[in-house]
Nanobody, 130 residues
Framework: QVQLVESGGGLVQAGGSLRLSCAAS????????MGWFRQAPGKEREFVAA????????YYADSVKGRFTISRDNAKNTMYLQMNSLKPDDTAVYTC???????????????????????WGQGTQVTVSS
């Protein structure tokens, strides 16, 4: 059974930092891209960032570019999201997911679509106070 477990969320002040982790088990996902999404109450789920299967390519939503950094460690079957310069608008439940195709795409737009992911974690809460 595939399981993705996020950790590292919490409460921080604006301008602070957090590092999220996503640990995968029940399968090997080294051949697939992985991504982060977030959803705040009353809002649509939105793409945050994605990383290719080997960590060689990174994709970011414009809202987080320059502040967040995505990475992965395939030996640990774990993905990370380093979040710096956090803003109150970053407050949301952050969820990790595995991409379904096993291919690497050249544009960020592909990774925006949640339908391109097949396995999802339960999410971790990030709250940024002003």
């Amino acid at each position: 059974q595939v399981q993705l477990v996020e950790s590292g969320g919490g409460l921080v002040q604006a301008g602070g930092s957090l590092r999220l982790s996503c640990a995968a088990s029940g399968g090997t996902f080294s051949g697939y891209a992985m991504g982060w999404f977030r959803q705040a109450p009353g809002k649509e789920r939105e793409f945050v960032a994605a990383v290719s299967w080997n960590g060689g390519r990174e994709y970011y939503a414009d809202s987080v570019k320059g502040r967040f950094t995505i990475s992965r460690d395939n030996a640990k079957n774990t993905m990370y999201l380093q979040m710096n310069s956090l803003k109150p608008d970053d407050t949301a439940v952050y969820t990790c997911a595995t991409e379904r195709s096993g291919r690497t795409y050249s544009t960020t737009s592909y990774y925006y679509n949640a339908l391109n992911y097949n396995y999802w974690g339960q999410g971790t809460q990030v709250t940024v106070s002003s």
